[in-house]
């Protein structure tokens, strides 16, 4: 890489990246939860250019959420408490994958359980209906009915169990962890020794805001979950450490990237690939302007390939 120059255009620049065994013909991807289950988004950007749709967390089964009010901007971000609500695999499999698949969409499914066995089964019903899913992205921020309520992502051994679990669904899976946590590194060496072909840095923060005026959180379920650029140099420093104490696990960087330098800062930090969440409730075309910013970037920085960037901030 050289200095700065507006003025450089690189002869040709290879936007490709690899996260595991995947190859990617973009960086960035939608965050799971933050571009809805299916082509919703479709109207205000080229889904099919992005690195992949990360659809929102999906369980075996329906599940209605958390009572409302869900959302609340915060200083810099944003406090949700959606709960997980979503359709189930099967109904998501039948009424959203096809539009995903005929619009040329590279789609990686999240998943979410409140058991082990919750997770093992929505993995199979992906290997039996998910058909054209390019990997499984397992969102372990979640509570372990069986373990105090512990969450999954919290904890090394039970989280490579949830790994395991999921192995039945024959595809790659990327583990969603938490930064709620000073075991990120242990967490993260657990699941990779389980199959995790990389991990996915990070999902929100534990968070909450009072509304005065009635004494109570503001949210109906109390506490939730912060994201948006507060965020971000939470995730950057989550990366750089995981990606110092494991340099052979790739990391798909999210948290607060809301333009092409953000971006930029997460796979210097050792991302490979990026996802892109709340920014997409600023302007829905995030995504995509942050993909055509990265490349700007990068030709105005004579770099030749997108995947050159990773890691190049560690000494
Ligand atoms: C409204 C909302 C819903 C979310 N739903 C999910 C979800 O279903 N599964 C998941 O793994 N992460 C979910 N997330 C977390 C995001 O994918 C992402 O990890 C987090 O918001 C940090 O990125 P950001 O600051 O770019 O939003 C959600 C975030 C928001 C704001």
Known sequence: M??????????????????????????????????????EFGDFMDLSALGAMVVKSLAAQPWEGNPTPRLRPTAKGMLN????????????????????????????????????????EAAELIAEHGHGVVAIEVNLSCPNL??????????????????????????PRWAKLSANTDRLVDVSAAVATAGAEAVTLINTLLAMVIDTERAQPALGAGGGGLSGPAIHPVAVRAVYEVHAALPDLPIVGVGGIDSAETAVEMLMAGASAVQVG??????????EKIRLGLEQWCRSHDVHAVAELKGIAHV
Do not use: K, N
């Open 2 to 39: 050289s200095s700065p120059d507006p003025d450089a255009r690189a002869a040709d620049l290879d936007c490709t990246v690899a996260v595991g065994s995947l190859s990617l013909r973009s960086a960035v991807m939608t965050a799971s939860g933050t571009a809805g289950h299916g082509t």
């Open 146 to 171: 069986e373990g105090g309520r512990h969450l999954f992502a919290h904890d090394p051994e039970l989280a490579a169990e949830v790994i395991r679990a999921t192995d039945v669904a024959g595809l």
């Open 81 to 120: 408490s959606i709960g997980l609500q979503g359709p189930g695999v099967m109904a998501w499999s039948r009424d959203q994958l096809p539009g995903l698949m005929a619009a040329g969409v590279t789609t990686v499914v999240s998943i979410w359980g409140r058991t082990v066995e919750e997770y093992r």
């Open 278 to 287: 709340t920014a997409t409730f600023r302007d829905p075309a995030a995504p």
